[in-house]
């Protein structure tokens, strides 16, 4: 069992930096790949940022691909994701969720969710 609890959400002005934070409970966290999704209103739950089960391996979405990166510390149990030159696009609830393999990024394939945090993007 895995328990994941976001935080670091908040409002900021478009060009502006956030660092989110998704810390784990249980022991089989450093089993899993941590997966970051956002939604925002009216759409789809969409993949934003994953890393593998051992930090060595991340993969990101389009969008967001060279401003958000995304890493995690064992010992901390905890992943975090750090967004840069947000966008009004950006807005969203962020959650992070735990999956099988870095190469699996569909939401259906995840195995435990955190239950997320806003971010407002201000333009």
């Known amino acids: 069992q895995v328990q994941l609890v976001e935080s670091g959400g908040g409002l900021v002005q478009a060009g502006g930096s956030l660092r989110l934070s998704c810390a784990a409970s249980?022991?089989?966290?450093?089993?899993?790949?941590i997966d970051w999704f956002r939604q925002a209103p009216g759409k789809e739950r969409e993949f934003v940022a994953v890393?593998?089960?051992?930090?060595?391996?991340?993969n990101y979405a389009n969008s967001v691909k060279g401003r958000f990166t995304i890493s995690r510390d064992s010992a901390k149990n905890t992943v975090y994701l750090q967004m840069n030159s947000l966008k009004p696009e950006d807005t969203a609830v962020y959650y992070c969720?735990?999956?099988?393999?870095?190469?699996?990024?569909?939401?259906?394939?995840?195995?435990?969710w955190g239950q997320g945090t806003q971010i407002t993007v201000s333009s």
């Open positions: 890393i593998s089960y051992n930090g060595r391996n991340t």
């Open positions: 969720a735990a999956g099988p393999l870095w190469t699996v990024v569909a939401a259906s394939s995840m195995k435990y």
């Open positions: 249980g022991r089989a966290f450093n089993t899993y790949a």
